[in-house]
């Protein structure tokens, strides 16, 4: 069964960093893109950032490019998000996905940050 | 950039009925869109891949349809375990952006 379990979330002040980690199993993690998407308190779906499977491709949203950086360890089998210059607007539930041959076939639970002083 | 516009951003129909809802790509994306349904407090859950594509494990009353620009997706008989926020995803086979059209919550009348 593919699992993607996030952690790393929590409460931040503006300006602050956090780096979140999804872990995976029940797939050949080396083998799949990666995606991180994020949804605010309230809000639709928004794509952040993508990885294809060896590190190769690298994709930013135009709203986190220069702050937030995607990387994954294949040996460990672990997407990871850095978060850097963190914004009120960066509030909300990160999600890990996967992307099979159809897109984003498989999701995490999701890890909430929030940003607040 | 791609843009995908749904509509609508909600409604409300009565349990049986038949629901539609349709997203609009900016260009051209072929088959290459998603429909995912979303109910409060959990991760999306992909119903329709490839844009007609039933995933496994899926109820059959839900189903999609289109290509090229134009896309619907349709509860055919509406339940009360439906009641969720459906979402659009547009993607591509290489990695890259993945757009999202705005989500459509659907109500029970």
């Known amino acids: 069964e593919v699992q993607l379990v996030e952690s790393g979330g929590g409460l931040v002040k503006p300006g602050g960093s956090l780096r979140l980690s999804c872990a995976a199993s029940?797939?050949?993690?080396?083998?799949?893109?990666m995606n991180w998407v994020r949804q605010a308190p309230g809000k639709g779906l928004e794509w952040v950032s993508s990885?294809?499977?060896?590190?190769?491709?690298?994709h930013y949203a135009d709203s986190v490019k220069g702050r937030f950086t995607i990387s994954r360890d294949n040996a460990k089998n672990s997407l990871y998000l850095h978060m850097n210059s963190l914004r009120a607007d960066d509030t909300a539930v990160y999600y890990c996905?996967?992307?099979?041959?159809?897109?984003?076939?498989?999701w995490g639970q999701g890890t909430l940050v929030t940003v607040s002083s | 950039d791609i843009q995908m516009t749904q509509s609508p951003s909600s409604l409300s129909a009565s349990v049986g009925n038949r629901v539609t809802i349709t997203c609009q790509a900016s260009q051209d994306i072929r088959y290459f869109l998603n429909w995912y349904q979303q109910k409060p407090g959990k991760a999306p859950k992909l119903l329709i891949f490839?844009?007609?594509n039933l995933e496994t494990g899926v109820p059959s009353r839900f189903s999609g349809s289109g290509s090229g620009t134009d896309f619907t997706f349709t509860i055919s008989s509406l339940q009360p375990e439906d009641i969720a926020t459906y979402y659009c995803l547009q993607y591509d086979l290489l990695p890259g952006a993945l757009t999202f059209g705005g989500g459509t919550k659907v109500e029970i009348k």
């Open positions: 490839d844009a007609s």
């Open positions: 029940g797939f050949t993690f080396s083998n799949y893109n």
């Open positions: 990885i294809s499977s060896s590190s190769t491709y690298i």
């Open positions: 996905a996967r992307s099979g041959s159809v897109g984003a076939d498989s």
